[in-house]
């Protein structure tokens, strides 16, 4: 347990080519834990109200070998964090 339940956060979210792949994100928004990929799982302890940071997420802590949606397989994905709030 990282006793956290939730993130309030815009994230541009970017493959290693520069691609965006989900603008969706880039909008400040409650995101709940459960719903993040592991390397966020990782990250989120890291994270503080106010704050912000580049998250740098090798596939093996994201969708691995397996693609999702415009996310090739194997990529790395880094993400441009800006933290509203954290719960």
């Given at each position: 347990d990282i006793g956290v339940t939730g993130?309030?956060?815009c994230a541009l979210?970017?493959?290693?080519d520069d691609t965006v792949f989900d603008q969706a994100?880039?909008?400040t928004a409650f995101y709940p834990v459960s719903g993040?990929?592991?390397g966020w799982q990782y990250a989120?302890?890291?994270?503080?109200?106010?704050?912000?940071?580049?998250l740098l997420i090798p596939s093996s802590?994201?969708?691995?070998?397996?693609?999702?949606g415009s996310i090739?397989?194997?990529?790395?994905l880094y993400f441009d964090v800006?933290?509203?709030d954290v719960q």
């Open positions: 993130i309030q956060t979210p970017i493959l290693m994100t880039s909008a993040f990929i592991v989120l302890p890291l994270l503080n109200k106010g704050g912000s940071l580049r802590l994201a969708y691995g070998c397996v693609g999702v090739p397989a194997n990529s790395v800006q933290v509203a």
